[in-house]
Antibody, heavy 123, light 103 residues
Framework: QVQLVESGGGVVQPGTSLGLSCTVS????????MHWVRQAPGRGLEWVAF????????FYTASVKGRFMIARNNSRNKLFLQMNSLRAEDTALYYC????????????????WGRGNQVTVSS | DIQMTQSPSTLSASVGDRVTITCRAS??????LAWYQQKPGKAPKLLIS???NLERGVPSRFSGSGSGTEFTLTISSLQPDDFATYYC?????FGQGTKVDIK
């Protein structure tokens, strides 16, 4: 059973930083690109960031570019999201998500999801 | 970026009903479209990729169709487990969601 487990969320003040982690199991992590997708309370889904299976390239949604950084450690089966200069509008449940494409450019089909980790930005 | 617009936003239906949700793109997406189901407190689940490819384990009452800028998700006979919110998605962009609730 493929598993993705997020950790590291919490309540922080605006302007501060927070890091999320996602530990995966039951699939070969290094073969898949990975995304972060978020969902604000009572709202829809918003794609945040993507990293290639080998870590060679990254994409970000415009609202987080320059503030967030996605990274991965394939030897430890871990995905990361470093979030800096946090804003109230970053408050959301953050999902770690697998891209369905195998060792290639992303196909943008999100076939496995973690349960999500809550990030709340509030003064 | 392409905008994805779903209709309706909310749909009230009964068990056994045929349900259709529409997703319109602001420009052509070719066939690059997915549908997800999300239940309260749960992560989304991929139902359909590439417009009409049913994911493994998804019941055959779900189907997807369309091309270009207009796509549909159809549930042929709504079951109790299908009451949920459904999202379409093209690349980085999700639709705003359609909540299917009990009539």
């Amino acid at each position: 059973q493929v598993q993705l487990v997020e950790s590291g969320g919490g309540v922080v003040q605006p302007g501060t930083s927070l890091g999320l982690s996602c530990t995966v199991s039951q699939f070969t992590f290094s073969n898949y690109g990975m995304h972060w997708v978020r969902q604000a309370p009572g709202r829809g889904l918003e794609w945040v960031a993507f990293i290639w299976y080998d870590g060679s390239n990254e994409f970000y949604t415009a609202s987080v570019k320059g503030r967030f950084m996605i990274a991965r450690n394939n030897s430890r089966n871990k995905l990361f999201l470093q979030m800096n200069s946090l804003r109230a509008e970053d408050t959301a449940l953050y999902y770690c998500v697998r891209d369905a494409a195998f060792r290639s450019s992303p196909d943008w089909y999100f076939d496995r999801w973690g349960r999500g980790n809550q990030v709340t930005v509030s003064s | 970026d392409i905008q994805m617009t779903q209709s309706p936003s909310t749909l009230s239906a009964s068990v056994g009903d045929r349900v259709t949700i529409t997703c319109r793109a602001s420009q052509s997406t070719s066939s690059w479209l997915a549908w997800y189901q999300q239940k309260p407190g749960k992560a989304p689940k991929l139902l359909i990729s590439q417009t009409s490819n049913l994911e493994r384990g998804v019941p055959s009452r779900f189907s997807g169709s369309g091309s270009g800028t207009e796509f549909t998700l159809t549930i042929s006979s709504l079951q109790p487990d299908d009451f949920a919110t459904y999202y379409c998605q093209h690349l980085r962009t999700f639709g705003q969601g359609t909540k299917v609730d009990i009539k």
